[in-house]
């Protein structure tokens, strides 16, 4: 689907809402599994979880962060020393060098603060839109809406978007979607997709969306 095909998607605005109000009825405490208390180690935190699950990120900063809190602490160590304390992390080294990377961007231009634009963020080393709309989000409660795999393949299924490309179908969530709802959406989406709507063997005849579900399987 090319970018002119995104733009005309157009799902039924009615049944939107009708997904969305399922969605907040079966997950009202919905939130970021991300275990955090600033938005720098959010932003760790995130950079970490690319092809790993957030419980194994938790178990790795729970330690991390005892000892390493800001952007400054993080310049202190090298890049082997960082490997060591992420190891049990998939693809450990190019995360540790983008990193401390974007901590030496943090000290030198930010004074050692995150910053809570798009355009900033996404200059830094190793964070791409979904990091930086799910820092935007749940750091600085900016309406933003990250698109990962759960987010994409739940919403293919319930034909809220169409196609793979994240940012295509960023954009058409977005377009049904009111932005006062953006934030959590995406971890309504998020939690249906670990809870119910697995890759494999979705739990459809149990998901309260069966109704609505165009991909439901209920035989």
């Keep these: 689907m090319n970018k002119t095909e995104a733009r005309v998607f157009t799902p039924d605005p009615q049944k939107v809402q009708a997904i969305l109000h399922l969605l907040e009825l079966t997950y009202p405490d919905a939130h970021c599994e991300l275990n955090f208390t600033s938005p720098f180690e959010l932003l760790i935190a995130t950079m970490l979880s690319a092809q790993a699950t957030d419980k194994k990120v938790n178990q790795v900063t729970d330690k991390l962060f005892q000892h390493y809190k800001t952007p400054e602490d993080f310049c202190a160590l090298t890049q082997k020393e960082l490997e060591n304390l992420i190891k049990e992390i998939g693809l450990y080294h190019n995360k540790a060098k983008n990193i401390l990377a974007t901590c030496r961007i943090l000290v030198d231009k930010y004074d050692g603060k995150v910053p ?6 996404t200059e830094l080393p190793g964070v791409g839109r979904k990091t930086a709309n799910v820092v935007l989000s749940n750091a600085f409660n900016i309406p933003a809406l ?48 670990r809870r119910l709507c697995a890759a494999r063997s979705p739990k459809c005849p149990e998901c309260p969306l069966n109704h609505l579900c165009p991909s439901a399987q209920l035989v």
């Design 116 to 121: 809570a634009t798009m355009e900033d963020l």
């Design 146 to 193: 990250a698109v990962d795999t759960h987010v994409a393949r739940v919403s293919n299924r319930l034909g809220l978007a169409s196609g793979s490309n994240p940012d295509l179908i960023e954009e058409q969530l977005k377009r049904v979607i009111p932005s006062s709802q953006w934030i959590q959406a995406h971890h309504w989406l998020i939690w249906h997709g």
